[in-house]
């Protein structure tokens, strides 16, 4: 599994962005894309899920705020970020969970920028 993020950059806070991961490979064993981020001296931090059956999950902090969603035909899932702030600062990695007949494995996603100014 191969997964490629995009769509970071630099927004005011109130702004909005859409972060995209396109996944590639053995599609078939992924059960669940998460949305991790991680700011300078924080640990990274679980933003968003969605597996295989559309069940999502978020992130108190992001909560009402964040949106994850996905485009089955484009093997792409996407994080809508609105009403940013700030503190959403940060270098945002997707994650697949690949389960096959014989192995368990996590694939990450390069990182895309997130830069919120006040």
């Known amino acids: 599994v191969q997964l490629q993020a995009s769509g970071g950059g630099l927004v005011r806070a109130g702004g909005s962005l859409r972060l995209s991961c396109a996944a590639s490979?053995?599609?078939?064993?992924?059960?669940?894309i998460e949305w991790y981020r991680q700011a300078p001296g924080k640990q990274r931090e679980l933003v968003a899920t969605?597996?295989?059956?559309?069940?999502?999950n978020y992130a108190d902090s992001v909560k009402g705020r964040f949106t994850i969603s996905r485009d089955n035909a484009k093997n792409t899932v996407f994080l809508q970020m609105d009403s940013l702030k700030p503190e959403d600062t940060a270098v945002y990695y997707c994650?697949?969970?690949?389960?096959?007949?014989?192995?368990?494995?996590?694939?990450w996603g390069q990182g895309t920028q997130v830069t919120v100014s006040s």
């Open positions: 969605i597996t295989r059956a559309d069940s999502t």
């Open positions: 994650a697949a969970d690949s389960v096959t007949t014989t192995v368990v494995a996590r694939y």
């Open positions: 490979g053995a599609i078939s064993s992924i059960r669940v």
